[in-house]
């Protein structure tokens, strides 16, 4: 779903004025054109892969996620630095992951992770630009997670993140509890999963605008879908809560990630076996 709608008429009067690099107004207009192709082109390219192996990017201005998180989750980029926000759909299992498990040997422990370590590296290499990954599985030495891929979501516009405080009198409802956060994708609901994050360090955004993300939820149904991600997850209806595609994960799929992480190869290989 590669969002064009948040490119910017060039140039506001106030940017002319206020921006301290160009004395003129002449160069900075020439710069925005030249940084909205160079999006375009990062889209189109970006778009062979939603379509072949099932993921999805959508764009953020670094600035939006540090203007949200504490201190401790900063991206150490400048705040007008390009990044997308990537997730996996549910086709990505069938179209990415089974092929990618049946030509690869397992060098790691999570061919999951394995997978996406290697789509990365090829649309690394489809680019000029330097670009940084950064996984939601990976962790700081103090096993703090390196970015808050629900968070990149909200910003980026994929996916609102439902928080506790999103939620008409929490306290009197969840009072004492811990309730964790969960973001809904306006087509899949929560039939998807968070990738982390591609940053183009690079290129600027600063001429996207920031538009908050559709609030698609009732107050009831931000409390079904809460109430299910927290107390109940491994039925797996918090998915269905506002599942506009009715797209869901395979049998398989599904019985994959309800699989201990040390039960996975052999799943993978008995799926194979049988079906050789
Ligand atoms: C650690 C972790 C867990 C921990 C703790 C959960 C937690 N949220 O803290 C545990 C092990 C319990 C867990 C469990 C599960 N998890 Co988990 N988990 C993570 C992980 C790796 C990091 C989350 C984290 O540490 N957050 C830290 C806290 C502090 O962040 P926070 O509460 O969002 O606070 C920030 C925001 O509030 C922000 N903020 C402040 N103001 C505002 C305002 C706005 C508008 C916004 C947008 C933000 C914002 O600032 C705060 C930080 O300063 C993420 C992947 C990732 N890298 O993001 C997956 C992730 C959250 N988990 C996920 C899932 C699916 C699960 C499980 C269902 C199990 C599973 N994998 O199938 C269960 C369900 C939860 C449960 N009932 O137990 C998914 C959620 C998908 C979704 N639709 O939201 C994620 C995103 C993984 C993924 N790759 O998709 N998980």
Redesign the pocket.
């Known amino acids: 779903m590669v969002c064009f709608q948040k490119v910017k008429k060039f140039c506001t009067c106030e940017k002319i004025r206020f921006n301290p690099v160009f004395k003129s107004s002449k160069p900075f207009l020439i710069a925005s054109r030249m940084q909205v192709a160079s999006l375009e082109k990062i889209e189109e390219k970006l778009k062979k892969y939603e379509e072949s192996i099932g993921l999805e990017f959508h764009p953020f201005c670094i600035g939006w996620y540090n203007d949200?998180?504490?201190g401790n989750?900063i991206l150490d980029y400048p705040k007008d630095t390009l990044a997308f926000c990537v997730i996996s759909t549910p086709r990505f299992f069938e179209k990415s992951f089974l092929p990618f498990v049946k030509n690869h040997e397992f060098s790691m422990n999570d061919p999951f992770d394995q997978c996406m370590i290697s789509n990365y590296q090829n649309i690394k290499e489809d680019f000029d630009a330097t670009i940084d990954v950064i996984h939601?599985?990976e962790l700081h030495s103090n096993r703090?997670?390196?970015?808050?891929?629900?968070?990149a979501g909200?910003?980026s516009g994929a996916?609102f993140?439902y928080?506790r405080k999103d939620v008409v009198d929490e306290n009197s409802r969840w009072n004492g509890k811990k309730v964790?956060?969960?973001?809904?994708h306006p087509k899949y609901g929560?039939w998807?999963?968070?990738?982390?994050a591609l940053i183009f360090k690079n290129h600027s955004a600063s001429f996207l605008e920031y538009k908050e993300p559709e609030d698609l939820l009732s107050n009831e149904k931000k409390i079904e879908l809460l109430e299910k991600?927290?107390?109940s997850?491994q039925d797996w209806t918090f998915r269905d809560v506002a599942n506009e595609s009715g797209e869901r994960y395979s049998d398989l799929q599904k019985q994959y990630?309800r699989c201990k992480p040390s039960e996975r190869k052999e799943l993978l290989n008995d799926f194979f076996l049988e079906k050789s």
């Open positions: 949200r998180v504490s989750f939601d599985f703090r997670p390196k970015i808050l891929t629900q968070t909200h910003v996916a993140y928080q964790f956060g969960v973001s809904n929560g998807f999963g968070f990738r982390g991600f927290n107390f997850w990630f």
